[in-house]
């Protein structure tokens, strides 16, 4: 299966009602029970070695930071830094320490000024050559490493992803942008290519629950 470039709902940053906000309820929700949270919290063990450690996370394309603020509760000291281009889904990122505005190609971060850039059911939205410079940015801003949440691509994981919102969700944008995201999701030579292009050789690729892939990329 070909990676698809189709766009979906959620690329579309006019959009600041409820849609939006149903959206990101369900979102949580998948990210509960389908890998979101348990894939951010295995990456993380990468890079903390205490449970007392304070690191500065930079939570770019943030959504609500569920994952990060679940993570939470094993690490209470994280610095979760939310940011997105949408305002409307920036508003549901509470209990996090900032947030910002900002197109993530066009960063207003100086450089090596937090420790970890985490990226959850991001990347995908975007083509290889963005990818590319999206990681060169986040080597850039991050102090210690890069932490990649996002999707497997597969015609088992497409399927499944059609049957699920069709039985449980009533976000009429999760229903039309699930499928949509299986598409633009990664096989490990997509990520293993775009990597080499980007001159990172220092990664570790898992697969996890479910239909995921956890990376992570140490400087």
Same mark, same amino acid.
């Given at each position: 299966m070909k990676r698809s470039y189709?766009?979906?709902k959620m690329d579309d940053f006019s959009i600041q009602d409820k849609r939006i906000d149903l959206a990101l309820i369900e979102l949580r929700i998948i990210n509960k029970y389908l890998g979101g949270i348990s894939t951010t919290k295995s990456a993380l063990n990468f890079f903390i070695n205490s449970k007392n450690e304070e690191l500065k996370i930079l939570d770019i394309g943030s959504g609500s930071s569920d994952n990060l603020l679940a993570a939470k509760n094993l690490y209470p000291h994280l610095q979760i830094i939310s940011i997105d281009k949408n305002l409307g889904i920036l508003s549901n990122s509470a209990n996090?320490?900032?947030? %910002?505005?900002? &197109?993530?190609?066009?960063?207003? @971060?100086?450089n090596?000024?937090?420790? $970890?850039?985490h990226v959850s059911l991001f990347l995908h939205h975007f083509n290889e050559k963005q990818i590319e410079k999206l990681l060169k940015e986040f080597l850039r801003i991050s102090n210690i490493g890069i %932490?990649?949440? &996002?999707?497997?691509?597969?015609? @088992?994981?497409?399927?499944?992803?059609? $049957?699920?919102?069709?039985?449980f969700s009533k976000s009429e944008m999760v229903k039309n942008d699930a499928p949509i995201?299986?598409?633009?999701?990664?096989?490990r030579f997509d990520l293993i290519n775009v990597f080499r292009?980007?001159?990172?050789?220092n990664y570790r690729i898992k697969r996890k629950w479910a239909f995921r892939w956890m990376i992570v990329i140490k400087k």
């Open positions: 189709e766009q979906e996090t320490l900032l947030k %910002i505005n900002s &197109d993530a190609l066009d960063l207003p @971060i100086k090596e000024s937090c420790d $970890i850039v %932490i990649i949440n &996002d999707l497997q691509r597969s015609f @088992i994981a497409l399927v499944g992803i059609k $049957i699920l919102p069709l039985l995201s299986v598409k633009r999701g990664f096989n292009n980007s001159g990172i050789s």
